[in-house]
T-cell receptor, first 111, second 116 residues
Framework: GDSVTQMEGPVTLSEEAFLTINCTYT??????LFWYVQYPGEGLQLLLK?????DKGSNKGFEATYRKETTSFHLEKGSVQVSDSAVYFC??????????FGTGTRLQVFP | NAGVMQNPRHLVRRRGQEARLRCSPM?????VYWYRQLPEEGLKFMVY????????ESGMPKERFSAEFPKEGPSILRIQQVVRGDSAAYFC??????????????FGAGSRLTVL
């Protein structure tokens, strides 16, 4: 079945460092891909999405490009802030309403 | 326009008791989804409902768990005779349905169940 694999955390960075969180997927069709963020004590918020190959999703300085050839959707940010500390989830949808999530990656940014 | 509202935010139950979690979808949304997040894990799909209908319950445990979304009122996830392994965060999401699929899911803040 469809699945999502993302790098284990925690990822610990200093403020203004470059961030990459790897995400790869397995799917039989042409899924849509998502990154969600969960701040401490809160629910999930959609960070960005891409619905077809080579699309780039972007929001709040974060970017991810849908790479069909490598089945990847890595999350990047050029300069992280302390306020970016959260858990990041990669997810896919086979274009139904059901999302399949990765296990999440905790990001900790220190001043 | 209020988002997806879940209550209670925190619920403590002793083993063997019942837990009821409520979810009011966004205004205009008629589709509701429940996900469970076990400690240190990602979210796992449980059930998908429309008003008065269960569309997909493939992620629901076979026993003790049930869900409903009545014509009036919130969706309810019910866990009977809770056990410690039921301790988790339960998230509700809603969508207006249609061809957009998961592209338009909105999540609530979650209900955290602790079983003593």
């Amino acid at each position: 079945g469809d699945s999502v694999t993302q790098m284990e955390g925690p990822v610990t960075l200093s403020e203004e460092a470059f961030l990459t969180i790897n995400c790869t997927y397995t799917a039989t069709g042409y899924p849509s891909l998502f990154w969600y963020v969960q701040y401490p004590g809160e629910g999930l918020q959609l960070l960005l999405k891409a619905t077809k190959a080579d699309d780039k999703g972007s929001n709040k300085g974060f970017e991810a490009t849908y790479r069909k050839e490598t089945t990847s959707f890595h999350l990047e940010k050029g300069s992280v802030q302390v306020s970016d500390s959260a858990v990041y989830f990669c997810a896919l949808s086979d274009n139904t309403d059901k999302l399949i999530f990765g296990t999440g990656t905790r990001l900790q940014v220190f001043p | 326009n209020a988002g997806v509202m879940q209550n209670p935010r925190h619920l403590v139950r002793r083993r063997g008791q019942e837990a009821r979690l409520r979810c009011s979808p966004m205004k205009g949304h008629s589709h509701v989804y429940w996900y469970r997040q076990l400690p240190e894990e990602g979210l796992k799909f449980m059930v998908y409902l429309q008003k008065e209908n269960i569309i997909d319950e493939s992620g629901m445990p076979k026993e003790r768990f049930s869900a409903e979304f009545p014509k009036e009122g919130p969706s309810i996830l019910r866990i009977q005779q809770v056990v410690r392994g039921d301790s988790a965060a339960y998230f509700c999401a809603s969508s207006p349905g249609g061809s957009q699929g998961a592209n338009v899911l909105t999540f609530g803040a979650g209900s955290r169940l602790t079983v003593l």
